[in-house]
């Protein structure tokens, strides 16, 4: 009878055991089921989606300093004709002393040059240049800045030896004028000689000079840009546009960190 006993209750036993272990099955299916919902093939849409939308929103609008190009042309071959002062050079003065006319100065003074008082009995207006709160001349029109330029380079003699070069070399000019003391940036020259040779500034002499024509519409730059404001920094832009700090100071010949506000640094090609 106790031998009877005990074999029914080991086959009890064994049955609860058999029991439990199909229930652990299924929920091993059950686990298996949940994790192939959840796939790279199905996740894959909302990641290109999002790529599609950071491309889409890098995507710039017509640089300034084409349409500055566009805006001043004229002026600066009247005044080159005028005065002799190359074109090339009164337009890369103006792109690179102004920020493609959206500096402070150029906004609210019509001042394209940064040319500073210096016994003007004009309007005056005051900002911080090498020093703080600086004495500017204010125009009423940007084209006044233009004639402004021509009359302060013609009319003081630390500029004369740039008239006797040729009014095809802009980079004598670029020289020159750094050299008589117009600016106090070390790179000034390279930066006049680079904004000639990557917007092909040099033509619009030859125009005057009989020895080409402009076609007037300017075709989209090869190369994307950024003017200088308050706040912005090497690094900042580096994250802004995705290019490396090296890659910037390469691309504008830059040997320290500093920025100005107002200059236009070339971050990428396009």
Request: net charge positive; glycine share 6%.
């Amino acid at each position: 009878m106790k031998i009877k006993i005990y074999i029914l209750i080991l086959s009890c036993f064994l049955v609860a055991c058999g029991s439990k272990k199909g229930i652990v099955t299924k929920k091993k299916k059950s686990v298996i089921k949940t994790e192939e919902i959840v796939t790279p093939e199905k996740l894959e849409p909302v990641i290109s989606s999002k790529t599609e939308e950071v491309k889409t929103s890098i995507l710039k609008p017509r640089s300034t300093v084409v349409e500055y190009i566009e805006a001043f042309s004229e002026i600066a071959m009247q005044e080159m004709r005028a005065s002799k002062i190359p074109a090339s050079i009164t337009l890369a003065q103006g792109i690179l002393e102004s920020g493609s006319g959206n500096g402070r100065l150029a906004k609210e003074a019509n001042n394209h040059f940064g040319i500073k008082c210096h016994g003007w009995t004009g309007d005056k207006i005051y900002h911080d240049d090498d020093a703080s709160q600086e004495c500017f001349r204010k125009y009423k029109a940007a084209e006044s800045s233009y004639e402004d330029h021509s009359k302060f380079l013609t009319g003081r003699k630390r500029y004369s030896k740039l008239f006797q070069l040729k009014a095809t070399n802009y980079k004598g000019w670029a020289k020159g004028l750094k050299a008589a003391g117009y600016a106090t940036d070390r790179k000034y020259p390279q930066k006049l000689i680079s904004l000639i040779e990557r917007y092909k500034l040099y033509n619009y002499d030859r125009e005057v000079l009989g020895k080409a024509k402009i076609v007037k519409e300017i075709k989209s730059e090869e190369v994307e840009n950024h003017t200088v404001i308050k706040g912005d920094t090497l690094y900042s832009l580096s994250r802004r546009y995705g290019v490396s700090v090296t890659k910037i100071k390469v691309l504008n010949n830059l040997d320290s960190n500093d920025l100005v506000i107002g200059q236009v640094l070339v971050i990428k090609s396009i």
